[in-house]
């Protein structure tokens, strides 16, 4: 796997780095029809699509927030997914003195009020599709702390993943021997020593906007998994 420990590293663009990250994925390691790539936050949409297009494999989308500390909303100190799996840094919160229980209420009113909300605006109400027995890449476009991807982790370990792989273009080189005790392998091109930003990484990082994101989530048939479920249901 390329290894770059130097932070000087930029892509051009996201397709740049897409085309970099696609480059690590072995022939014939992941079985199309039983291997879902799931983006994990608005950036790892775009790369899911790349790389489930690539691997001829289906693609899914897992929805996280993230909990703030009470006297400081720029510092996130936990993560809640839709599946209720909540991780948090507990560095942070024994640093900061605040209470478990704090948490675990701001994830359920998170999970409750912005989480569900997410699930009817990206899904139209379609639930994240069953995931036992499959083989699973998990997508973002950097990660800094490994909140996100763990919390992702834990959702597809919980959901009965067959086996679970991580990939992201560039991430910070402290998280990366965390991140292989948990999954099965983690794709990236770049682990940065000192990471700094993913804007400092990208000489372009457009905003991806909803409908760039609803049109790569239909196109990928993901909204229509409810229906075509029932369809399968349907007696003879």
Same mark, same amino acid.
Not at 119 to 134: A, D, F, N, S, T
């Given at each position: !796997?390329?290894?770059?420990?130097?932070?000087?590293?930029?892509?051009?663009?996201?397709?740049?780095? $897409?085309?970099?990250?696609?480059?690590?994925?072995? *022939?014939?390691?992941?079985?199309?029809?039983?291997?879902? #790539?799931?983006?994990?936050?608005?950036?790892?949409?775009?790369?899911?699509?790349?790389?489930?297009?690539?691997?001829?494999?289906? %693609?899914?989308i897992l929805l996280t927030e993230?909990i703030k500390a009470p006297n400081?909303? *720029?510092?996130?100190? $936990?993560? #809640?997914?839709?599946? *209720?799996?909540?991780?948090?840094?507990?560095?942070?919160?024994?640093?900061?003195?605040?209470?478990?229980?704090?948490?675990?209420?701001?994830?359920?009113?998170?999970?409750?009020?912005?989480?569900?909300? @997410? #699930? @009817?605006?990206?899904?139209?109400?379609?639930?994240?599709?069953?995931?036992?027995?499959?083989?699973?890449?998990?997508?973002?476009?950097?990660?800094?702390?490994?909140?996100?991807?763990?919390?992702?982790?834990?959702? %597809?370990?919980? !959901?009965? $993943?067959?086996?679970?792989?991580?990939?992201?273009?560039?991430?910070?080189?402290? #998280?990366?021997?965390?991140?292989?005790?948990?999954c099965d392998g983690v794709f990236?091109?770049?682990?940065?020593?000192?990471?700094?930003?993913?804007?400092?990484?990208?000489?372009?990082?457009?905003?991806?906007?909803?409908?760039?994101?609803?049109?790569?989530?239909?196109?990928?048939?993901?909204?229509? %998994?409810?229906?075509?479920?029932?369809?399968?249901? !349907?007696?003879?």
């Amino acid at each position: !796997m390329p290894n770059n420990l130097n932070s000087s590293v930029i892509f051009a663009d996201r397709d740049a780095a $897409a085309k970099e990250l696609i480059e690590l994925f072995p *022939e014939n390691l992941f079985e199309p029809s039983n291997t879902v #790539v799931i983006g994990v936050s608005e950036g790892g949409v775009f790369f899911a699509d790349k790389i489930s297009k690539a691997l001829k494999a289906q %693609m899914d989308i897992l929805l996280t927030e993230p909990i703030k500390a009470p006297n400081n909303p *720029e510092l996130a100190i $936990a993560i #809640v997914s839709e599946t *209720e799996e909540v991780v948090i840094n507990k560095v942070l919160i024994d640093a900061f003195e605040i209470d478990e229980d704090y948490v675990y209420s701001e994830a359920n009113r998170k999970y409750e009020e912005t989480i569900l909300s @997410y #699930v @009817y605006k990206y899904r139209k109400g379609v639930p994240l599709r069953p995931l036992e027995g499959k083989h699973i890449i998990l997508v973002d476009e950097s990660i800094e702390t490994g909140l996100t991807m763990t919390v992702a982790l834990k959702s %597809m370990i919980e !959901m009965g $993943a067959n086996s679970i792989y991580v990939a992201a273009p560039v991430l910070d080189f402290t #998280v990366y021997d965390n991140l292989l005790s948990l999954c099965d392998g983690v794709f990236c091109p770049h682990r940065i020593r000192d990471y700094i930003s993913i804007e400092y990484y990208y000489e372009t990082l457009d905003k991806l906007d909803f409908e760039s994101l609803e049109k790569i989530i239909e196109a990928n048939g993901v909204t229509d %998994m409810e229906k075509n479920r029932k369809k399968e249901e !349907m007696p003879l």
